[in-house]
T-cell receptor, first 115, second 115 residues
């Protein structure tokens, strides 16, 4: 079974500082990986996706992630945090067996941005 | 394009009752998935429908069921509600080509409270 592990349930950074949210995956087949963001009382918004093309993936709002097979990692980064980035972030892996589309999510990382 | 819509947004039910939640996918998306989000269990996959057929099912009791209509709209039903069913229920849709589905786009969710 595929799974993802997010290290750090809470991360706090200063505005303007680097954001690094960690995600490690476990998969017996080449994975499709995703990062989603959730703002309070809202659904999930897709930030970016990795689907076996370029290993460095750029997403919305200045976020990017690098797929590293040797480290089984897909960490999310942003060079300079903004107050509006405060939200919960979820890493997910897609189980595409049989053409299906089940997402398995990590436990989430709450990002706090301080002045 | 309009996003994924879910109705109702908020719902309060009593233990033992049943509830039906509705989801309208993005136009052209034929795959619809449902997820349950709770503070204790996080985001968990319920089921996925494609072309009116259930393609994947998560590890939930039979009280949770769903269906998809010919216009790709989907409903999920929970019978004999329990307090533990209180959660945010998220619907997601994705484009499908050649039997394979792509990234999922989420609706705002239905907040179900069981008293």
């Amino acid at each position: 079974a595929q799974s993802v592990t997010q290290l750090g349930s809470h991360v706090s950074v200063s505005e303007g500082a680097l954001v690094l949210l960690r995600c490690n995956y476990s998969s017996s087949v080449p994975p499709y990986l995703f990062w989603y963001v959730q703002y309070p009382n809202q659904g999930l918004q897709l930030l970016l996706k990795y689907t076996s093309a370029a290993t460095l993936v750029k997403g919305i709002n200045g976020f990017e992630a690098e797929f590293k097979k040797s480290e089984t990692s897909f960490h999310l980064t942003k060079p300079s945090a903004h107050m509006s980035d405060a939200a919960e972030y979820f890493c997910a892996v897609s189980d595409r067996e049989g053409g299906g589309n089940k997402l398995t999510f990590g436990t989430g990382t709450q990002l706090k941005v301080e002045l | 394009k309009a996003g994924v819509t879910q109705t109702p947004r908020y719902l309060i039910k009593t233990r033992g009752q049943q509830v039906t939640l509705s989801c309208s996918p993005i136009s052209g998306h034929r795959s619809v998935s449902w997820y349950q989000q709770t503070p204790g269990q996080g985001l968990q996959f319920l089921f996925e429908y494609f072309s009116e057929t259930q393609r994947n099912k998560g590890n939930f009791p039979g009280r949770f069921s769903g269906r998809q209509f010919s216009n790709s709209r989907s409903e999920m039903n929970v019978s004999t509600l329990e307090l533990g069913d209180s959660a945010l229920y998220l619907c997601a849709s994705s484009f499908t080509s050649g039997g394979s589905s792509y990234e999922q786009y989420f609706g705002p969710g239905t907040r179900l409270t069981v008293t």
